[in-house]
């Protein structure tokens, strides 16, 4: 198939990106890892004993950041709906987190123990129309904040990007109700024409 200019376009802007060239020079499996990276450095996230759920995991940028700076104290549980080559302190589960077999599976892998952060870097596949794809991001993140209503402890925090456009606002405000501190993090490694953000959640409140 025939390459497109848009498409051509992308590839240069993401072989030429400083943040990619960054990721392979170090050995990180993708440019996300900055963006944890960057944010955890603000808000002191990753905690030593600690387990963190990474949803939307491949390629395993954000559990590479989360184990390594773990340091073997604790454990990182990623699911993605893509396979994931292994981690190092990492266990995976591939599955589509909208399935309650999903989420039935993580919640056995769990074992009863809560969680101290959740991490949702999840996006659906684009469909190119907004209206649509606006409202399965929004959702992704809706069971992402379901899932730290009933998992996470009191003091976890939760981590979840989205997009600005339809339903952000509805969701920001739910976010409000669930948290004692919501704030909002747009870290470097975020391409400013980008219209992705990062919420982030701190402390549940009681009820």
């Given at each position: ?36 990276m960057?944010?955890d ?44 080559d ?46 649509s ?75």
């Open positions: 198939m025939k390459r497109t200019r848009t498409s051509k376009a992308w590839m240069h802007e993401h072989v030429t990106d400083p943040y990619v060239q960054r990721a392979k020079a170090e050995g990180f499996r993708s440019r996300a890892a900055f963006k944890l960057e944010i450095d603000r808000d002191h996230l990753i905690r030593a004993g600690e387990v963190v759920v990474d949803l939307g995991a491949a390629p395993g940028g954000w559990s590479q950041v989360a184990a390594q700076r773990m340091n073997g104290r604790g454990r990182v549980v990623a699911l993605d709906l893509l396979e994931m292994g981690l190092h302190g990492v266990q995976f589960i591939r599955g589509d987190f909208r399935e309650e077999c999903v989420l039935h599976q993580l919640e056995e892998l769990l074992a009863g123990e809560r969680v101290g952060l959740v991490l949702s870097d999840m996006a659906p596949n684009i469909s190119g129309v907004p209206v794809d606006q409202a399965r991001i929004m959702h992704l993140a809706e069971l992402g904040l379901d899932f730290c209503r009933h998992w996470l402890k009191p003091e976890g925090a939760f981590l979840v990007k989205v997009f600005q456009g339809y339903g952000y606002e509805d969701f920001v405000r739910e976010m409000k109700q669930v948290f004692k501190t919501v704030t909002t993090r747009k870290p470097d490694a975020s391409r400013d024409r980008s219209a992705e953000v990062y919420l982030l959640g701190k402390g549940l409140k009681e009820g």
